[in-house]
């Protein structure tokens, strides 16, 4: 379980500080693929960055499991990070390397023997459907594909949260939707959570089983899919649903 | 033309073999030294994965430095040096040490522009993985730079070229100190006109090299 509680990150810009995200208090339950929607600049990607520190908030907790994590330092970051998997909107696969040593880069970095590596990347790349492409390199692949590498790459090390930074806004929604399934089943085979930021309503409705709606660094609304979107209570929730896109 | 080539062939030859090893081991020496002054250049920058003001601002002023001096300046001054270091301030070994120093910022700044092609999302997953500061250096951010890198190489090998025939001038040997005894002091045009072409020939090859091997080793150039 991950407990957000009363979570700031403020920025120093020249009109003084700047909050980023505003005294966010969220739960996510174990096995939820929960969705985090709103404008851009809405806060919602800090406060994505945040849950594995690449953004030191500035305020408020972050408890995985009972554990407040916004204070760990050095070893004990690593340590997390290694946990928890994270898919960014532009896949961000490295470019030298094939797809069989993008997916095993992660278990490199916890220093996993190459034997049990390339037996796990194995075991990823057929869970996204990408065998046949081990020995090829970033650009001979379409971005859905590329975005199904860094899938299993965020998979490698049987990380129990999954943190998707707008992974199918780069993808058309053909595309859109082949990911949005493999993630969901993903949540059902391996049981891992999901935490999703999106800008699309589409995305929530079709995987998420809760949502956040943030607007102005603040959460105005949350719950169950299913309630939100037959009871908005907020404007900004009803406009997203109208538009079904906010961008 | 035959009578030309049995009378200065050898020299030519001799001399050429100078300059290339000479400056193939400057250009391996100033690697040594400048690609771990480039990554310092490149991590311990304001947003960098190592931020460290004051090292950045003394690294880049020591680079900034080393820069700013003339070659055929900076070889006179560090006889001494070369002396000391070297056992002898004559010479084409003699000349690898103020290439060397020459080069090395050169080098550091050509690593630093290389590195910095990398895509920060790249470096980000690797944060998020859970790397430290060495493994995002050895495994992502000098992997994915290496074909610039080469051909910064290329780029570096061509400038020592020339500063070796700097060098050659007050007794490195190679193609310059022939350029200058034959050619300038007895006013021999034809070994002038040959020590240019083995030069033109020696830069040409050295950048179809780099540029091809750059371009077999990079895997984002579709084949």
Request: net charge neutral.
């Amino acid at each position: 379980m991950i407990e957000i509680k009363n979570l700031s990150k403020f920025f120093s810009t020249e009109n003084g500080d700047f909050a980023a995200i505003n005294g966010i208090n969220l739960t996510i339950e174990d096995g939820d693929i929960f969705g985090i929607i709103g404008m851009s600049g809405a806060g919602k990607s800090t406060l994505i960055r945040c849950i594995n520190l690449l953004e030191k908030p500035s305020e408020g907790q972050i408890l995985i499991d009972g554990q407040d994590i916004t204070a760990l330092e050095g070893r004990e970051l690593l340590t997390l990070r290694r946990k928890i998997g994270m898919v960014f909107q532009r896949f961000n696969l490295l470019m030298q390397r094939t797809i069989r040593d993008n997916v095993a880069f992660p278990l490199e970095i916890a220093g996993v023997e190459k034997k049990s590596r390339l037996e796990r990347v194995d075991e990823l790349l057929e869970i996204v459907g990408l065998t046949s492409k081990a020995g090829s390199y970033p650009v001979q692949l379409s971005g859905g594909q590329q975005q199904r590498v860094s899938i299993a790459r965020a998979l490698a090390n049987h990380p129990s949260l999954l943190l998707c930074d707008e992974p199918t806004s780069a993808l058309d929604s053909l595309t859109t939707n082949s990911i949005l399934k493999l993630l969901k089943d993903i949540n059902h085979k391996l049981g891992v959570t999901i935490i999703i930021i999106t800008h699309e309503i589409a995305v929530v409705e079709k995987i998420c089983n809760k949502v956040a709606i943030i607007d102005e660094s603040r959460i105005i609304e949350q719950g169950l899919v299913k309630d939100v979107i037959s009871n908005p209570q907020q404007d900004v929730t009803r406009k997203l649903l109208e538009r079904g896109e906010l961008a | 033309m035959s009578e030309f080539f049995a009378q200065y062939g050898d020299l030519l030859i001799k001399n050429t073999w100078v300059t290339i090893y000479v400056t193939t081991l400057s250009t391996f020496f100033s690697y040594v030294f400048g690609v771990p002054l480039g990554v310092l250049l490149v991590i311990t920058q304001p947003h960098g994965i190592w931020a460290h003001k004051t090292l950045n601002s003394v690294l880049g002023w020591i680079v900034n430095i080393g820069r700013s001096i003339p070659f055929i300046i900076l070889m006179v001054a560090l006889m001494p040096l070369t002396r000391l270091v070297m056992g002898i301030a004559i010479g084409p070994n003699a000349a690898i040490l103020p290439l060397v120093i020459a080069a090395t910022p050169f080098v550091a700044r050509l690593v630093e522009s290389s590195l910095q092609e990398v895509d920060a999302g790249v470096i980000e997953v690797a944060q998020s993985t859970g790397s430290t500061i060495g493994q995002i250096v050895w495994k992502v951010i000098l992997p994915e730079s290496l074909p610039s890198m080469v051909l910064g190489a290329s780029i570096t090998f061509i400038t020592l070229l020339g500063y070796m025939a700097m060098a050659g001038a007050i007794g490195a040997g190679g193609l310059g100190d022939v350029a200058i005894r034959y050619g300038y002091y007895k006013y021999q045009t034809d070994i002038m006109i040959a020590t240019i072409i083995i030069l033109i020939i020696l830069v040409a090859v050295i950048q179809l090299l780099g540029n091809g091997i750059s371009r077999k080793i990079d895997r984002r150039i579709k084949k």
